[in-house]
């Protein structure tokens, strides 16, 4: 040790002048703080994704066919707003960065945002039957299922301090519909969006409906570690243009200021 001093010092002695130099200065405890403050990483995305069929088996089955997840490919979602949204319509989900820190507390955060506020971010969920299968029988639950959207942010944020992932999200839906055949029943033209949203007087910023959830893990009645969700509050405005009983429309409805809170699951196989 008493050797490696020496050294160490004439190293430093022979690199000051280089340092010089090079224009280099010492970095102070304000310096290295802004620099810490400043990780973090941005992605800006376009995607589509397409699957043929999603099969979920215990004893039987539910298949899902012909999933697209995508942009809706339309500018003229919620005419009344009076701009076109989106300002571009394509097949992608795009117009989107996503946003990556973790918090000087180890707090994952990630943040989906549009590019630009004035053009939220549209998006399609389009499927065909749902079917459930049993060795001999089968029944289709669903078909058709097509929903058409806008979101405006989604926040997701694991709390080290409590192991808990936070969902939130603002979104709108500007058209939904589906057919359930083996009730002979439909749905068409149904929207949700904010429980404050007013169509006769739009506000963009009022446009989209609220959930805000919290899942992880806790005991179920019998004490076992299950997967737990929390709905801290959903609230929206909900209208179906028409439903359908045997091909016939029987009416629509309209559900105001829907909202609901302190709802608690706990999921677990048996």
């Known amino acids: 040790m008493k050797r490696l001093k020496p050294t160490l010092l004439a190293l430093g002695i022979a690199a000051a002048p280089l340092a010089a130099q ?3 200065k010492p970095l102070d405890d ?17 995607a589509q994704v397409t699957i043929g069929e ?22 003229d979602m919620f005419p009344e707003i009076g701009f ?18 973790i918090n000087a507390d180890g707090d994952l955060v990630i943040q989906v945002l549009p590019l630009g506020f004035a053009s939220p971010v549209d998006f399609a969920v389009r499927t065909g039957e749902w079917e459930l299968r049993g060795h001999s029988d089968s029944t289709v639950l669903l078909d058709n299922l097509n929903i058409e959207g806008v979101f405006g942010a989604l926040k997701l944020q694991v709390d080290t301090s409590t192991d808990t992932l936070n969902i939130e999200t603002r979104f709108a839906i500007d058209d939904m519909s589906m057919d359930i055949p083996f009730l002979a029943m439909g749905i068409r033209d149904m929207r949700i969006t904010g429980a404050d949203y007013d169509p006769s007087n739009p506000n963009l910023v009022r446009l989209f409906a609220l959930a805000d959830l919290d899942i992880y893990k806790a005991p179920n009645a019998a004490g076992v570690d299950s997967l737990a969700v929390d709905i801290n509050t959903f609230s ?3 209208t179906i243009g028409s439903v359908l009983v045997g091909g016939t429309s029987i009416g629509s409805i309209f559900i105001d200021d829907l909202v609901i809170s302190n709802t608690s699951m706990r999921i677990y196989g048996h």
């Open 54 to 75: 999603f099969i979920y088996t215990d004893e039987g089955s539910l298949g899902i066919k012909d999933i697209f997840i995508g942009g809706a490919n339309r500018d």
């Open 84 to 101: 076109a949204i989106p300002n571009q319509a394509t097949d992608l989900l795009d117009n989107m960065k996503i946003d990556i820190d």
């Open 30 to 46: 304000q310096i290295m703080g802004d620099i810490t403050g400043q990780a973090g990483v941005t992605i800006e995305l376009e």
């Open 236 to 238: 929206a405005d909900i």
């Open 22 to 24: 090079a224009g280099m």
